[in-house]
């Protein structure tokens, strides 16, 4: 049984375009996070969700746009994309708002890539 | 705000130990380590807590020193499969793990 799932796993588009990843947990957890990784591996926290109410909002441009639906599932939704946005975005989710004693559990990635 | 990891980098013969250190600037309520493989996703080791325990799972063991705002992974006697990337994320305010630039770690036979 897939925990954290994403689709699509590839992703690549022009620049200027608008995409969506989608991500679904069925671990029953209250939190849900997107994360960045760049091309040098860094992993930055964007956005975080506790049960469909935002609760961080990093220094993200307003052309991302986060949407919880349900505390299940947490989707992104990209526009005007830049070469710069280009990167492996993982979905995580943890079973507490809070991360102590909480482990993230990360889904397997969407590899954007913006030519 | 950011951890810092060290090293950048480690290549280990099987059998080899290593450690890999994290530190911060603020305090911390808690530090976390994940490995993540080639092209795979960040996969949770273990979470340190407040408190200086040290914790272990086999041969992967940690420890938090939370005065000195540290913490360290020890891998001993490595297997092939322990290769990756070490990250430790930590928690310097409620809500969130700050991720560290991560440790390569490679195990040649």
């Known amino acids: 049984d897939t925990a954290v799932s994403q689709t699509p796993k590839y992703l690549v588009t022009q620049m200027g375009n608008d995409k969506s990843i989608k991500c679904e947990q069925n671990l029953g957890h209250d939190t849900m996070y997107w994360y960045k990784q760049d091309s040098k591996k860094f992993l930055k926290i964007m956005f975080s969700?506790?049960?469909?109410?935002?609760?961080i909002n990093e220094t993200v441009p307003n052309r991302f746009s986060p949407k919880s639906p349900d505390k299940a599932h947490l989707n992104l939704h990209i526009n005007s994309l830049e070469l710069g946005d280009s990167a492996v975005y993982f979905c995580a989710s943890s079973q507490d708002r809070g991360v102590y004693n909480s482990p993230l559990h990360f889904g397997n990635g969407t590899r954007l890539t913006v030519t | 705000q950011q951890p810092v990891q060290s090293p950048q980098a480690v290549i280990l013969r099987e059998g080899e130990d290593a450690v890999i250190n994290c530190s911060s600037s603020?305090?911390?309520?808690?530090v976390h380590w994940y490995r993540q493989k080639h092209g795979e996703a960040p996969v949770f080791l273990m979470i340190?807590?407040?408190?200086?325990e040290q914790k272990g799972h086999e041969k992967i063991s940690a420890s938090f020193n939370e005065k000195k705002q540290q913490s360290s992974l020890y891998l001993t006697a490595s297997q092939l499969s322990y290769s990756g990337t070490y990250f430790c994320g930590t928690e310097t305010s409620y809500d969130k793990v700050i991720f560290g630039p991560g440790t390569s770690l490679s195990v040649i036979p």
């Open positions: 969700y506790n049960n469909k109410e935002l609760i």
């Open positions: 340190l807590l407040k408190g200086g």
């Open positions: 603020k305090a911390l309520y808690s």
